[in-house]
């Protein structure tokens, strides 16, 4: 290989490094919006690649070994939604509605007995549903939203957790919003999913085919009256359905905030729509009028 050819491959890399540091950088920015134009393209750039490990540093970190020992029952249950601090969970992000959120855990009120840290369960990409230390990403923003106070059965759902420990993770939903889906295999927010109650799951359906959540945050896969629900739901669509603040407001750990469940009721709905779609109603007056004004026009 000659020396011009290794420069331009340097650069090219060097080039291909900064791309997604400067995304980062928008996105954090006022000029978000510029941001997510970047991200989107290389989501496009990257669309046949698979996923990687947004969580990769964990792979080396200490994991808790147990014996656990439940110290905060008020905690236990609580969703934890973290916001993106790479480009791979910022490409989540953008998948799933830019909502600002790409990560999922369930904060099992425990404590790692012998070094008396509080744990959580979760699943990352390469690795299998296990307990984590909560403080495992460090400083890195999440809101914890206490889904007891919206009636979730908490010992169901953190039992349903527990048991698929030791499963592994899908990376393809993150891509394919569950169209391509191992029911053996788990992603982070699809854990959580699987394992809310099915009235709740169904709600999240229902607000889902109302359009109250964004079109790529929930994608269901089945009728909501089938006998088993078969629905993918992004962190970003349990952002949406549980109220928490968008992402980019979020910037401290443990955020707590009081989960509000999505009204998907047919009155929420049409409001919902009258809203959403107002800017059309007012355009077409707008037309409309000016037509009316035209063909008044002395001649």
């Known amino acids: ?144 939203l206490p889904l007891s106070r919206s009636g979730v059965d908490i010992a169901a759902l953190v039992g349903c957790v527990e048991s698929k420990m030791g499963e592994s993770y899908d990376s393809w939903d993150a891509l394919t919003l569950g169209e391509i889906q191992d029911p053996a295999k788990e992603m982070c927010s699809e854990l959580v999913a699987d394992c809310l109650p099915d009235a709740e799951l169904r709600s999240i359906a229902r607000a889902s085919k109302l359009g109250l959540l964004h079109r790529r945050s929930v994608s269901v896969r089945s009728k909501l009256d089938a006998a088993t629900l078969r629905a993918f739901v992004s962190p970003n669509g349990l952002a949406e359905y549980y109220g928490a603040p968008r992402g980019r407001k979020v910037n401290k750990p443990d955020t707590l905030t009081r989960p509000r469940p999505v009204d998907d009721s047919i009155t929420r709905a049409a409001r919902s729509a009258t809203r959403h779609q107002g800017w059309k109603l007012a355009l077409g007056l707008a037309a409309a009028g000016l037509i009316i004004a035209v063909r008044r026009r002395p001649r």
């Open 1 to 144: 290989m000659t020396m011009e050819r290794l420069g331009l491959d340097r650069a090219r890399d060097e080039g291909q490094r900064r791309l997604p540091r400067l995304a980062m950088g928008l996105v954090r920015s006022d000029f978000a919006w510029v941001g997510r134009w970047l991200l989107h393209l290389l989501r496009i750039r990257w669309r046949k690649q698979l996923v990687r490990a947004e969580h990769a540093t964990t792979q080396q970190s200490v994991l808790p070994t147990g014996p656990f020992k439940m110290s905060r029952p008020g905690q236990r249950g609580d969703l934890l939604l973290w916001v993106p601090r790479g480009i791979d969970s910022f490409l989540i992000d953008e998948l799933t509605g830019g909502y600002g959120y790409s990560h999922a855990t369930i904060d099992t009120g425990e404590i790692d007995t012998p070094t008396g840290k509080p744990v959580m369960a979760e699943i990352t990409v390469k690795q299998k549903v296990s307990h984590k230390f909560l403080d495992e990403y460090g400083g890195r923003p999440y809101v914890r």
